[in-house]
């Protein structure tokens, strides 16, 4: 599958529903995948490694997976904080088919699966999560972090996760230019050759 296509809003593969089994928040899971995403096997191995360095989120409030794909993340957060809301955010509109498909079998009903555009402007996040989509180029990757990171509630934190190969160093970099007063940027974990990247708003 080429990258355009998981990030394309209509993936033009066809849908090709499968089902698996995975663990989420220390269960185990039957969900639901298709072609045309973002690791459609299995969680991939960036995600699992974000998931076992991160700690439980905030409990309630509105928390943010920023790049859901299919939703690890989401339904993660879900679980673990059932009375917050979560904001599962993504372009591709077939992985936000699945996020809610899979939503509904968990019988989650505090996810919110939506495009960037529909998210309520004035919206503040008690944490992100994010897997970010890397491959899409620096100048992408940034405009992402750069219109989503600042609506972080004082005093919360951001949880990124980056291949080690494919730039954490120089997105830490980066970060810690961009935002020298808002953000104090930390590595948490390195494990399975990514980087947790922890930010948090001052």
Same mark, same amino acid.
């Given at each position: 599958? &080429? ?9 033009? &593969? ?153 730039? &954490? ?34």
């Amino acid at each position: 599958m &080429s990258n355009e296509q998981y990030f394309a809003a209509q993936p033009a &593969s066809e849908l090709n529903l499968r089902t698996f089994h995975a663990r989420l928040a220390g269960q185990a899971y039957e969900l639901t995948t298709a072609s045309g995403i973002f690791s459609p096997e299995r969680i991939d191995t960036g995600t699992e490694v974000l998931l076992a360095n991160t700690p439980a989120p905030p409990p309630g409030g509105n928390l943010l997976d920023l790049g859901c794909g299919w939703g690890p993340i989401a339904l993660t957060l879900a679980i673990a904080a059932p009375r917050a809301t979560v904001w599962a955010v993504d372009v591709n509109e077939r992985a936000l088919d699945l996020v809610r498909r899979n939503a509904r079998s968990l019988g989650l009903e505090n996810v919110n699966a939506c495009t960037p555009d529909n998210v309520p402007t004035d919206l503040g996040f008690m944490t992100i999560w994010s897997n970010p989509p890397i491959r899409v180029g620096k100048n992408e990757l940034h405009g992402l972090l750069e219109r989503w990171l600042p609506r972080l509630e004082p005093g919360s934190d951001a949880w990124l996760v980056v291949q080690r190969n494919l730039g &954490s160093d120089s997105l830490q970099r980066w970060l810690e230019a961009t935002y020298p007063d808002e953000f104090a940027f930390t590595r948490a974990a390195t494990n399975k050759g990514y980087r947790v990247l922890r930010g948090r708003r001052r």
